[in-house]
């Protein structure tokens, strides 16, 4: 092979220069085209083991093949390494051979983020892990649940640890959270109908004890009755919350599928005067002359109260306590439903004293209205003369039981007889 070795060559005749054996360019090689045979170069395409423009500029209609790789660098020379521009034309639809694309800040299982123009890199607040999770808040792994929570989201301020739903539309529907619940094994199946006592979703409360977290409670809905296969879906709320020193949340309330509500281990706490439960929606009376003032049963209470004999003293001409010689025992007890009073006491034992009448019981629990008038009877008494008649009682709004006899004479009042070892039983109903 021969060497030709000039700086410039020029045809001025024929606008045709051969070279059969080859041509090797250390400078710079123009020419309007280049031809192999017949062939015109930049149709078919070259292979050069290196381009070097000069200052100058190469422009290829078709394409280039570079070997493996290569660099252009800012002085038109191509190197072998990566092939780096400010910008590529194209989309890429036809790029092949790409082993991945580097970016900064990047981790396993890492989100990929914007984070200027034409700039991305690893978001460290967010990623997937390999068990498909959702982790949030900077976080490596879940707490608490780990085996099967797929979305966490943990943070060290009110600001990163919550979510918020929101729908902004001019309508009146809302933001909502969905559960399912199969017994289909394929995802998004609803082929196969659930059961009884199934349960359709739960939210979970833990808190941390020091050393572990600690199941503190959970909100359920289960099937509650047999479903049908359209629209026919019977459920229940059911929630469970730990009591204090209790290691594992109980079923302490229900809310049927018929409506009833179960409380299981507590009582329904009424926290305001005058609120209670509403019976509004009963059927009331449709008697002649009725007027219903109230549906509202606002009040219950019952206990014990102290009952004492009180008399008339003619002499002093005032009312008084019964001096007795022998006090024996006394017991009194009550419930209050509503504004309704039911009162009871046992006097045992006593021995009266005379120099008073008018007998009567007084230290009812509440006043009673003075609208309305009481009833009392004596279910056994042993300390009243035969001869004053058989004893009744009514209502006063001293507040006290007064003791008449009802027979023979109605306008004859109780006197206690001095016999010792005495018995009184009295029953009272009155409105408060």
């Known amino acids: 092979m021969s060497t030709l070795k000039v700086d410039t060559i020029v045809s001025d005749t024929t606008p045709t220069v051969n070279f059969t054996d080859g041509l090797n360019v250390t400078g710079v090689a123009t020419a309007t085209n280049f031809?192999?045979?017949?062939?015109?170069?930049?149709?078919?395409?070259?292979?050069?083991?290196?381009?070097?423009?000069?200052?100058?500029?190469?422009?290829?209609?078709?394409?280039?093949?570079?070997?493996?790789?290569?660099?252009?660098?800012?002085?038109?020379?191509?190197?072998?390494?990566i092939v780096t521009a400010s910008s590529f034309v194209g989309d890429g639809s036809a790029l092949t051979g790409l082993s991945g694309v580097s970016l900064s800040g990047s981790t396993d299982n890492t989100?990929?983020?914007?984070?200027?123009?034409?700039?991305?890199?690893?978001?460290?607040?967010?990623?997937?892990?390999s068990s498909g999770r959702l982790l949030t808040g900077g976080q490596t792994t879940s707490v608490a649940d780990a085996s099967s929570l797929h979305a966490d989201i943990q943070s060290h301020s009110a600001d990163g640890n919550g979510l918020s739903l929101g729908r902004y539309a001019n309508n009146a529907y809302d933001p909502y959270m969905t559960f399912f619940k199969s017994r289909n094994a394929t995802i998004g199946s609803n082929g196969t109908i659930v059961q009884d006592g199934d349960t359709l979703g739960t939210i979970n409360w833990y808190g941390a004890t020091g050393s572990a977290w600690d199941h503190a409670a959970y909100h359920s809905v289960k099937v509650d009755g047999t479903p049908g296969a359209s629209n026919d879906m019977p459920s229940m709320y059911t929630w469970h919350n730990q009591a204090d020193g209790q290691q594992h949340p109980a079923n302490t309330m229900n809310l049927r599928a018929n409506g009833d509500l179960e409380v299981k281990t507590g009582n329904v706490v009424i926290g305001t005067a005058g609120k209670g439960i509403d019976f509004s929606s009963q059927t009331t009376s449709s008697a002649s002359g009725v007027t219903v003032d109230s549906e509202l049963l606002d009040h219950y209470e019952e206990g014990t109260w102290t009952p004492d004999f009180r008399g008339y003293h003619h002499s002093n001409g005032a009312w008084q306590s019964w001096t007795m010689t022998t006090a024996g025992t006394r017991v009194g007890r009550y419930i209050k439903i509503g504004r309704h009073v039911?009162?009871?006491?046992?006097?045992?034992?006593?021995?009266?004293?005379?120099?008073?009448?008018?007998?009567?019981?007084?230290?009812?629990?509440?006043?009673?209205?003075?609208?309305y008038i009481g009833v009392a009877a004596?279910?056994?008494?042993?300390?009243?003369?035969?001869?004053?008649?058989?004893?009744a009682g009514g209502i006063s709004t001293h507040p006290l039981i007064g003791i008449l006899a009802v027979e023979p004479d109605v306008s004859t009042n109780m006197i206690l007889n001095t016999s010792s070892n005495r018995t009184l039983y009295v029953g009272a109903h009155y409105q408060a």
């Open 111 to 129: 989100v990929v983020t914007v984070t200027g123009s034409n700039a991305m890199q690893g978001e460290t607040n967010v990623r997937i892990d």
């Open 35 to 81: 031809k192999t045979g017949s062939t015109n170069v930049h149709n078919t395409g070259v292979e050069l083991a290196n381009i070097n423009t000069g200052a100058g500029a190469a422009t290829f209609g078709g394409q280039i093949n570079v070997g493996t790789a290569a660099t252009i660098a800012a002085n038109g020379n191509i190197t072998a390494g």
């Open 378 to 391: 004596c279910g056994y008494a042993d300390c009243f003369d035969q001869s004053q008649g058989f004893p």
């Open 342 to 371: 039911s009162a009871w006491c046992k006097f045992n034992g006593f021995q009266a004293a005379t120099g008073l009448s008018y007998v009567s019981i007084i230290g009812l629990p509440f006043v009673p209205s003075p609208n």
